[in-house]
């Protein structure tokens, strides 16, 4: 069965192909059409497909990356500087204990 569009005119039914209504003389614009047969060029597709591929890449990348921490020296060195300390209250932690927190990346306590 042949697809049909109602005539914004007469709201008679005609063939979605007619560009003019037989029963009003309504002419159709192109994008009247319901099924006008646009279709984006492939390369557009692709480019589409391969945009959103990247961007879902980087995403995953963004979070699965490994995390680079501090250096043993470099924890040492904010602990000696009291860095990691900025009110200078007392620490009730080791400077050892304070590079091994340091160097895994984890929250020092308070």
Request: with cysteine; aromatic share 6%; glycine share 6%.
């Amino acid at each position: 069965m042949p697809s049909v569009k109602k005539c914004p005119d007469c709201a008679e039914r005609v063939l979605d192909e007619a560009s003019v209504c037989r029963h009003c003389g309504h002419t159709f614009a192109a994008e009247d059409s319901v099924a006008s047969g646009y279709r984006p060029p492939a390369w557009a597709v692709v480019l589409v497909v391969a945009i959103l591929t990247l961007g879902a890449g980087g995403i995953i990348y963004q979070r699965t990356r490994p995390v680079k921490h501090p250096s043993p020296e470099k924890c040492a060195q904010l602990y000696r500087d009291g860095a990691a300390n900025p009110a200078n209250q007392p620490m009730d932690i080791t400077e050892q204990q304070f590079v091994d927190t340091c160097v895994q990346g984890k929250d020092f306590p308070n």
